[in-house]
């Protein structure tokens, strides 16, 4: 008979912010009760609550995350507490997804989207990391064209929304706007420039070698990482418009064989986590927010070099591209555990990748 | 002693649109009298005036256009128009500027950036066609490296402001945008879907064969045309964003030859008519809106093929994208008259390229 497991626990990291917000929303979809879930949160919102389902959770302490330990653990927040918290889990069973770029370049560390190479997560390990979200859209998007003709160069343009910079994105271009329509002095807001009826260069550093801001730099790492092709040329551009909430990409792929967009269109189709918006109504990021698809739109094929293929992607950025990509993860490693306990396997805490080389 | 020619007269047609008022603003600064000019509109707006330096020009209806026909027209109209102009202008030793498509694809009608072929002007054609304001910058930014480097294929997403669909594209963003902050419904605009919040497809038709929109495709035919490449891969995604005035692109430009960011900079900061855009704060539509370049920042090669450039270029779409190229133009012409003039060379009005192959 398969040995019988303790319920699972979750904590969630981080549960006042957009993501830990949209990881709690999803939770709840999925039917966790709120007595598997605990939220932790920074020391000023220690003792607030958040709603889930009809009641109200308390935001813990992190530190208190070492006493019972969740099974898995959503980290929502940034580096440095994803850091915190696999240091203080260093010596539990618990498995983190962490959404911050801490982890996402330690080999050790599985980055994963599970479209793309869920495979990874059969060794149960026991720090995942989430991409970034543009990453996210990109890679959904294109592995099943990967996969059937391989891929020999990405150019991307992306059509960020403000709210990829958190709560105070949304903030910056509700004030703005606001004072902007009534003809008065533009606030400041957190982006370098007024986002108001304007659009402007990713805010993330700029490497002064390659001219790369820190959004398309992890694009480009992640990308070549996820497909282990480190000398992929993936050429994006990333910019912020004045949108709340989803993203979009104009993306070119140059393919290794010649194609049409019936056989494109008839791959995509049949993708995981992938909808072909239908023609008529133009696909945009507002109007797919909140969806959980990566939303693909305008397959077109180059008349001079049918290897070239456009894509006009949306996607909810805090959805698929960040909570809903995580529970994913939890979701598929609660059934690889389901499965090796049905098989009379176990997993060694100690050979499971992760925590060593993430400190 | 040279010939005396009679006083240039400049008709501008079409003069309450954005693009005519702001031909008007040009030819004030560059120092035209107002006696040298004549106004024209619709029936709807004949006998209304538009302010020109310290006085108003009253609007005269387009057939009077054969009295005294200007010596240059400028066409600041919608292709109908143009082609009505045109007509009326047949028997005249008028010159028509054309803002509209109506002439561009018109072997006989020169399609003319003058960085880019102005030698075309040489001949002092009748009718010549400004090209579609993105194709402007396009080529404006991109043409110095084509002389340089050669040019093997271009991809490049654009961020086009509203105000590229004249007054009313202002109108439903000032509107929409209004109703959104303010929680009413949302009124209805131009555009097929709300502009405020959210960016689309440019609104022109798709054509159902190649998946491209008209302004794609307008973007594809021009280039090729005013290159001479005529199997140049050119694959542009044309979007809408919600910025009043000034269009952006993300270019990514392969040539023949591999280059460095240094090379790339050095050739574009001696090309004419450009600007390449000051380190430190970032290079945004709204910012240069009311300025004469096409400016250029964010130069950057792709690590993996040195033949792979990036440009992220910036251009208010109605001054040089559409009102100040066409001023150029004429300005080159009156330039080349006195030349010809000075030179005892004349030019007969039968042998110049135009009319008979547009009507």
Not at 178 to 207: K, L, N, T, W, Y
Not at 284 to 312: K, M, Q
Request: proline share 8%; hydrophobic share 40%; with cysteine.
């Amino acid at each position: 008979m398969p040995e019988q497991q303790p319920p699972i626990t979750i904590g969630v990291v981080g549960a006042r912010g957009l993501v830990g917000q949209e990881a709690l929303a999803i939770l709840h979809q999925r039917g966790y009760s709120p007595k598997a879930l605990r939220v932790f949160g920074s020391s000023r919102s220690v003792g607030l609550t958040v709603p889930y389902a009809d009641t109200e959770l308390t935001l813990e302490p992190l530190e208190a995350i070492t006493h019972n330990p969740p099974t898995f653990v959503l980290c929502c927040a940034d580096g440095a507490t994803a850091r915190s918290t696999a240091d203080l889990l260093s010596k539990s069973t618990s498995t983190i997804i962490d959404n911050s770029s801490a982890f996402r370049m330690i080999p050790e560390v599985p980055l994963v989207i599970p479209e793309v190479n869920g495979e990874q997560l059969v060794q149960q390990p026991r720090v995942i990391a989430n991409p970034n979200c543009s990453t996210i859209m990109l890679l959904t998007a294109l592995n099943p064209l990967r996969a059937a003709f391989g891929v020999r160069a990405v150019q991307v343009s992306t059509y960020q929304a403000v709210s990829g910079a958190g709560r105070a994105g949304l903030e910056s271009l509700r004030d703005q706007t606001h004072a902007a329509v009534q003809d008065r002095p533009i606030p400041d807001g957190i982006f370098p420039v007024p986002c108001a009826f304007d659009v402007f260069e990713h805010e993330s550093a700029i490497d002064p070698d390659s001219g790369f801001n820190g959004e398309e730099s992890k694009m480009i790492a992640e990308s070549q990482r996820i497909w282990a092709m480190p000398d992929l040329s993936v050429l994006p551009t990333c910019v912020r418009v004045p949108v709340q909430r989803a993203h979009a990409q104009a993306i070119t792929v140059e393919l290794n064989r010649t194609v049409s967009v019936a056989t494109v269109q008839d791959i995509l189709a049949r993708a995981p986590g992938v909808n072909i918006a239908p023609p008529g109504s133009p696909l945009t990021p507002a109007s797919i927010a909140g969806s959980d698809e990566v939303h693909i739109g305008r397959i077109r094929v180059d008349p001079n070099d049918a290897r070239r293929v456009l894509l006009w992607v949306c996607c909810d950025q805090i959805r698929k591209g960040a909570a809903l990509n995580a529970v994913q993860i939890m979701n598929r490693l609660i059934e690889l555990r389901h499965q090796s306990s049905s098989s009379g396997r176990t997993t060694s805490v100690h050979s499971a990748p992760g925590y060593a080389s993430t400190s």
